[in-house]
């Protein structure tokens, strides 16, 4: 069965970095666009950043442009989410995701065929 497993979350003071990972297993992962989401404590799930399958072309947020970068490696069936000068209302559940569709540009739902567990990330200030 599929299996996405998120993992590196934590807390973190205001402008600090974490690298989230998210394993993938169960499913040709070459074959789907991997994508990003959070969800903080009363708010529903929001789009973070997707990336092609080749790796190629990538969307974020707004909100995280500048400050987030998506990647993936093949060959180990992984997606990373570097996060740098993190701030407090970055504070969130993290969810990694697979859609064997592409995320457009300027996507700003919720859709996978299948998500993570979560992981949470706290940024104090």
């Known amino acids: 069965q599929v299996q996405l497993v998120e993992s590196g979350g934590g807390l973190v003071q205001a402008g600090g970095s974490l690298r989230l990972s998210c394993a993938a297993s169960g499913l040709t992962f070459s074959n789907y666009y991997m994508g990003w989401f959070r969800q903080a404590l009363g708010y529903e799930r929001e789009f973070v950043a997707s990336?092609?399958?080749?790796?190629?072309?990538?969307y974020y947020a707004d909100s995280v442009k500048g400050r987030f970068t998506i990647s993936r490696d093949n060959a180990k069936n992984t997606v990373y989410l570097q996060m740098n000068s993190l701030k407090p209302e970055d504070t969130a559940d993290y969810y990694c995701a697979a859609k064997d569709r592409p995320y457009s540009s300027g996507f700003s739902g919720v859709a996978a065929d299948y998500w993570g567990q979560g992981t949470q990330v706290t940024v104090s200030s």
């Open positions: 990336i092609s399958r080749s790796g190629g072309i990538v």
